[in-house]
């Protein structure tokens, strides 16, 4: 059963502390994504992956962290620097080749609250 | 940078009328532009994608159409039921930067049995 996983589906912390979300991928992409939702808003990406031990910041990269050891595998780590990070966390992945296919498909997400 | 924006924020339509959605965006070199549906407290999922070499493209009650001279792409959905209610995303890419998306700041559908 192919598919992106993201857990845990809700995630609580304490202001000041660092937290990773994870997520793995079986559908063999080599493309992995981060994105923030907030209440109202698009999708922003946060970091991006195209290849293993490589990674890419995007808009809002300030506050957070990412690591690409695995192809399958694009943890994002949250830290204390990140000033608002209650936000919902999606996901996602795609393939890369020649003609390029941008396909992105997005995990089910998690739901991070700071407090 | 590029820019996506996206019309109506909100779209309340009855069961069987038909929904547009509108986006126009800003990079006249995006090529690839995805529609996502993103259900309550879920991840957004493909509905239908359209790339800059063509106008239209088609799949059952659901339709994209791109204007690459006016810069914009909509979303049609027609004989609309209640389970198409969700909130629905646009973006664009380049696709020379990893397949990096720009998203629309999407629109709430609500479709009234």
């Known amino acids: 059963d192919g598919g992106i996983t993201q857990s845990p589906k809700y995630l609580f912390r304490k202001e000041g502390q660092n937290v990773t979300l994870s997520c793995e991928q079986n559908?063999?992409?080599?493309?992995m994504y981060w994105y923030r939702q907030d209440p109202g808003q698009g999708l922003r990406l946060i970091y991006y992956s195209q290849i293993v031990n490589d990674f890419q910041k995007g808009d809002i990269a300030e506050g957070y962290s990412v690591s690409r050891e695995k192809k399958e595998s694009f943890p994002l780590t949250v830290t204390s620097a990140q000033k608002n990070p209650t936000a919902f966390y999606l996901c996602?992945?795609?393939?890369?080749?020649?003609?390029?296919?941008?396909?992105?498909?997005f995990g089910p997400g998690t739901r991070l609250t700071v407090t | 940078g590029e820019n996506v924006e996206q019309h109506p924020s909100t779209l309340s339509v009855q069961e069987g009328d038909s929904a547009v959605i509108k986006c126009t965006y800003s990079d006249s070199a995006s090529n690839y532009f995805p529609w996502y549906k993103q259900e309550l407290g879920k991840g957004p999922q493909l509905i239908i994608d359209i790339r800059s070499n063509v106008g239209e493209k088609k799949d059952q009650r659901i339709a994209v159409t791109l204007n690459k001279t006016a810069k914009h792409f909509s979303l049609h959905i027609t004989e609309t039921q209640p389970e198409d209610s969700a909130v629905y995303f646009c973006?664009?890419?380049?696709?020379?930067?990893?397949?990096?998306?720009?998203f629309g700041q999407g629109t709430e559908l609500s479709v009234k049995p």
């Open positions: 559908l063999n992409h080599d493309a």
């Open positions: 973006a664009a890419s380049k696709g020379n930067q990893g397949g990096k998306l720009i």
């Open positions: 996602a992945s795609s393939m890369r080749g020649a003609p390029p296919t941008y396909e992105q498909y």
